[in-house]
């Protein structure tokens, strides 16, 4: 078989403006950025406006291991699968970040026959969105400094600036820097507060008030210093101004994809932007979207934070499970060879994710997304433990046959939606008390045992514990802990929290544990080293 950008450089494309056809988007609302892809004007959501809207199906997963376990593979799989049997389905998906395209996983835009396209410009610059996000995410900055510089009023009360830098790229040695004598550090601009707001905003008036609001430093008395204080608002939000618009492109079989937006799930929210949620279910009769890293994360803070200020109602849940990640977290140390005794250990790590979700009173369907490693043997384990605690099942070949790999699981969870209507709930108020909520996913989610908040994290909740706002926990994706070297389902654990900050703009509370950062760093071995271009312009490498 083919590799993705094989694979991608040999499929067919129709121009952007039969794709946007295909889902009744007038050509006055492209604005195209070359021949297969455009952004859509956001005016569409106004002009558009339908009384009942299609459905959304979240596709999750479990923990996956360090290369991913094809959750947006089977989204865009699972969305030309509905296509295939004739049904009218938009996929809304993140934007990949530059830092794992040339780090530690590749390209983000799905693989082998279930992928969108153009992927090299999808994974590379795309339509300008996260240079937008780290421009405005600097403009801020260097607003600050600038005052600083000289002597406003503002500068001589500030006590604690708490605005970083942004940049999309991974580097480690960007995690401390100084400036002008004072500490600071750079974040991933997918962990950036500019990107949680564009993600969030369901206008351009929605997204000037949310950005008017962010804290950027706080005065002698405690006081915050925001963005308006500041006086660059305005600026801010004009090269805001074409990314807040969804980029529309296309599957390998000519079906629609909007994507946009970016916020990584282990440092942020996790989800695609809300505009374009919104507006593939008033286009579609299905609208797939993907929640970041495993359920414990992305889907958690979909259900909890975006589908709570986007007034969503999800349908279905579609939780990715393979083969290759339950050995991994039945503590395999080879789980590309078949071992059934840790496949069996790796099940509880499923069942978790499975009664997580199902606390939230949404009907789920467990994908198995199969690999060329996996066994029969394993697979038919799998189907059969999925069938003991009672929850759907399907295999799924979408990476090998495309549309036609996903039918049945598409029946299966048309099925579930018609015969189990959503009961969708947050799973906690927004008004208990910090602590309270952060207990909620803690000891619901994770399963740890004690809270341990450092004396930082005690100073901060005290300031913010009295606002009614949802939390969003930053830890490592790679376990249900805080400990990513804790894999499977870890009991009687202590879960560590290091420090608590506010996003007024995204309206939620960020809340980091462990040892979480949000500037990456690089692999010995980073995918940069094996992506390389032609005297023809033709790349290759990326995946």
């Known amino acids: 078989m083919n590799t993705d950008i094989q694979i991608a450089q040999e499929a067919t494309l129709l121009p952007i403006t039969e794709i946007a056809k295909s889902c009744n988007i007038d050509e006055k609302y492209l604005e195209p950025y070359g021949k297969y892809k455009a952004k859509i004007n956001i005016d569409i959501l106004k002009d558009y406006q339908k009384k009942t809207t299609g459905k959304l199906i979240l596709v999750t997963a479990i923990s996956p291991t360090k290369a991913g376990e094809g959750k947006t593979t089977v989204s865009i799989g699972l969305t030309q699968s509905f296509c295939h049997l004739g049904y009218n389905a938009i996929a809304a998906l993140r934007e990949p970040s530059l830092g794992p395209v040339f780090g530690i996983k590749g390209g983000a835009t799905g693989g082998g026959y279930s992928q969108v396209l153009p992927m090299e410009d999808i994974n590379l610059h795309f339509t300008g969105d996260m240079h937008a996000v780290s421009s405005a995410h600097n403009l801020i900055a260097s607003a600050i400094e600038n005052y600083i510089f000289h002597s406003d009023e503002i500068s001589s009360s500030i006590k604690q600036i708490v605005w970083k830098r942004a940049i999309d790229i991974n580097d480690r040695s960007l995690r401390k820097i100084i400036v002008n004598g004072r500490e600071s550090s750079f974040q991933i601009t997918a962990s950036s507060e500019i990107m949680a707001v564009l993600c969030l905003a369901d206008s351009f008036k929605d997204l000037r008030d949310r950005i008017s609001k962010i804290v950027v430093a706080y005065t002698t008395d405690e006081q915050t210093i925001t963005v308006e204080q500041l006086g660059i608002t305005g600026a801010v939000c004009t090269l805001l101004k074409d990314a807040i618009c969804p980029n529309i492109v296309q599957t390998i079989e000519n079906t629609p994809v909007f994507i946009h937006g970016g916020p990584f799930a282990n440092i942020a929210h996790g989800c695609s932007s809300l505009i374009a949620t919104k507006m593939a279910l008033s286009l579609s009769d299905y609208t797939i979207t993907e929640a970041g890293f495993g359920a414990d994360l992305g889907a958690e803070k979909f259900l909890n934070i975006k589908c709570r200020q986007g007034n969503l109602h999800p349908d279905a849940v579609v939780l990715v499970a393979t083969i290759r990640a339950l050995k991994y977290h039945g503590y395999a140390e080879d789980y590309t060879v078949e071992n059934i005794p840790a496949l069996k250990e790796g099940f509880a790590h499923l069942k978790q994710h499975v009664e997580n979700l199902q606390l939230f009173n949404i009907p789920i369907v ?135 900050r506010v996003a007024m703009g995204a309206k939620y509370i960020i809340v980091m544990a462990g040892n979480i950062i949000d500037m990456p760093g690089l692999s010995k071995s980073p995918a940069m080293l094996r992506i390389d271009i032609d005297d023809e312009g033709i790349i290759s490498g990326l995946s």
């Open 366 to 500: 467990i994908a198995i997304n199969k690999f060329p490693t996996d066994t029969n043997s394993e697979i038919q384990m799998l189907i059969d433990f999925c069938n003991s605690i009672n929850i759907p099942v399907e295999l799924c070949t979408i990476f090998e046959n495309g549309g036609r790999g996903g039918v049945e699981l598409v029946k299966t969870v048309i099925k579930e939606i018609e015969n189990k209507p959503s009961k969708y709930a947050p799973l906690y108020p927004l008004d208990i008390s910090l602590k309270e909520k952060i207990a909620t996913i803690v000891h619901k989610i994770y399963r740890a045992k004690n809270i341990i908040y450092t004396p930082e994290a005690e100073m901060e909740i005290q300031k913010l514990t009295h606002l009614h706002l949802p939390i969003c926990i930053s830890k490592t994706p790679s376990s249900f802990s805080d400990n990513a070297k804790l894999r499977g389902c870890p009991k009687d654990f202590d879960f560590t929290i290091q420090s608590v």
